[in-house]
């Protein structure tokens, strides 16, 4: 999916820290909307980043995750200096079948699966742990060699350690931010004994 436009970036962030502040016991961390569209450009790139990226280094962009080190300006001059514009990297849609950056990267997970799971999601179709059913992704089709060679214990999954969690789990309930984001509300709203 495309990154929104940073004005809806600041407005989305601006509602999460006024509802979040109101909870208490949530810890709410973002980055500035220019450095989200700098985390954009760079993981939606191809191999012509590489002269923009070496620019920018030149220009003084060198600790930008560190906030008060953030050089948009240098990430902007690199990104002229080369002919190429960051918002088509960051804010354009692209159809599936495009060959992505990281497509020559396989990490078990087949690139079909995680389309079809994309799709589900747009839906706001959720699914249950994979612990309680397998959904095919390829993983395992991807390690079958790995697998034969290893006991059976180095492939099992950590248990759920918080027990709601758990029952969730038990009961085909997703476990997201939404459950997350209620233990955190019930553990403020609760005084201590």
């Excluded at 999460?16 to 450095?35: D, L």
């Excluded at 849609?93 to 799971?117: Q, S, Y």
Aim: glycine fraction near 6%; charge should be negative.
């Amino acid at each position: 999916a495309e990154l929104a436009d940073l004005d809806d970036i600041r407005r989305k962030q601006a509602l999460m820290r006024q509802e979040f502040g109101r909870t208490g016991g949530i810890i709410f961390n973002w980055n500035e909307a220019e450095e989200t569209l700098m985390e954009a450009f760079l993981s939606r790139g191809d191999r012509r980043l590489g002269p923009v990226i070496q620019s920018a280094w030149e220009k003084g962009a060198k600790f930008d995750a560190w906030k008060e080190w953030h050089r948009p300006t240098a990430w902007l001059e690199a990104f002229a200096e080369h002919g190429l514009d960051p918002t088509w990297y960051a804010h354009r849609p692209r159809p599936a079948d495009e060959i992505f950056p990281w497509d020559h990267i396989n990490a078990g997970v087949e690139k079909r699966w995680l389309l079809l799971d994309w799709y589900a999601a747009e839906k706001g179709e959720t699914k249950v742990d994979c612990r309680e059913h397998c959904y095919h992704c390829g993983i395992l089709t991807a390690f079958k060699g790995l697998r034969a060679n290893t006991p059976p214990a180095a492939w099992e999954c950590p248990p759920i350690r918080n027990p709601r969690w758990q029952k969730l789990a038990e009961e085909g309930q997703v476990i997201g931010l939404t459950e997350v984001v209620k233990e955190n509300m019930l553990k403020s709203s609760v005084p201590d004994k």
